[in-house]
């Protein structure tokens, strides 16, 4: 059974930045999407980027776009997601996800494509 982990999380102030990792057990992320998810209490859970497996295609919610990077990191099998310049509205429980595709280039926008998440793992920005 395919488990994801997050890793990174914590309190920044606003114009800091952090970084998330996502790894997982049981399988390996070469051959998945994967994505960076997030919700805060009482509002739906949003896409924030994802990355193809073959690394060369990616996208970004138009609210992180120029300030957050995913990338993958073959070697350790784990998934990236660098935040700069961070503000209040980033303050969320940052979800990743993935699911395995035959297509290199492939990525996915919905949560509904996803079939592997995590447990989440605390972003709180400071003002």
């Known amino acids: 059974q395919v488990q994801l982990v997050e890793s990174g999380g914590g309190l920044v102030q606003a114009g800091g930045s952090l970084r998330l990792s996502c790894a997982a057990s049981?399988?390996?992320?070469?051959?998945?999407?994967v994505g960076w998810f997030r919700q805060t209490p009482g509002k739906d859970r949003e896409f924030v980027a994802t990355?193809?497996?073959?690394?060369?295609?990616?996208y970004y919610a138009n609210s992180v776009k120029g300030r957050f990077t995913i990338s993958r990191d073959n070697a350790k099998d784990t998934v990236q997601l660098q935040m700069n310049n961070l503000t209040p509205e980033d303050t969320a429980v940052y979800y990743c996800?993935?699911?395995?595709?035959?297509?290199?280039?492939?990525?996915?926008?919905?949560?509904?494509?996803?079939?592997?998440w995590g447990q989440g793992t605390q972003v709180t920005v400071s003002s």
């Open positions: 996800a993935a699911i395995e595709i035959r297509y290199s280039d492939y990525i996915f926008l919905r949560q509904e494509e996803y079939n592997y």
């Open positions: 049981g399988s390996t992320l070469s051959r998945m999407v």
């Open positions: 990355i193809a497996w073959g690394g060369l295609n990616s």
